[in-house]
């Protein structure tokens, strides 16, 4: 199984907010993979299950806020007997320009405490990222009202394509692996060949 995370905070007041482009991504692998995403209160999850290239997929947002976001991954990781390195996780950086990405096999938090949270509990750094990129703010905003405030409708078009670019990064890499889609998706405006249709 492989397991496809998106970080962000629950509630309408969030959802076109720039913390919340993880449960984007997966709203959109979930209709184009047609997933019913489904709220497990067990769990403080949405989740659904699929599966795709012959393997079988959940795809989970975490119902907790961003930063809290560890012990819901963890626990639905041990449920399902997954490994870290099972999973693909997907985040928003506020280091990358919006219409990024940066996609990577491990490392650290980096300083994204939603990130810091997962991988204290579930015990390792050792699983692939998909950090999509927000910017920073140009308005005199700081980092917290930034990624809470939703994104201006000129900001929404490359929003859009960069969740799309996002999702498709995350089925290259459950077909190619991380090396294959980093060579792919990490350096700006490279033609996709993963589509979700």
């Not at 489904?38 to 959940?58: D, Q």
């Amino acid at each position: 199984m492989k397991v496809l995370v998106g970080l962000g905070n629950p509630g309408k007041r969030y959802e076109r907010t720039p913390h919340n482009v993880g449960f984007n991504v997966i709203e959109g692998l979930a209709k184009g993979l047609t997933c019913v995403l489904k709220t497990s209160f067990s769990f403080n999850a949405r989740m659904g299950k699929v599966f795709f290239n012959g393997e079988e997929i959940l795809l989970l947002e975490p119902q907790s806020y961003m930063n809290a976001s560890g012990p819901v991954v963890g626990s639905i990781l041990r449920y399902n007997k997954a490994a870290p390195t099972d999973m693909i996780l997907v985040l928003d950086d506020a280091d990358i320009e919006l219409g990024r990405l940066r996609i990577r096999a491990k490392g650290s938090s980096g300083g994204h405490k939603g990130l810091e949270s997962v991988i204290q509990n579930v015990g390792s750094e050792e699983f692939a990222r998909v950090r999509v990129g927000i910017g920073r703010s140009n308005d005199g905003r700081n980092l917290v009202e930034h990624v809470l405030t939703p994104f201006s409708k000129s900001e929404r078009n490359e929003v859009d394509r960069i969740v799309t670019r996002a999702a498709e990064a995350v089925l290259c890499i459950i077909e190619s692996g991380v090396e294959t889609a980093m060579n792919r998706f990490n350096a700006r405006n490279v033609e996709q060949n993963v589509t979700l249709s």
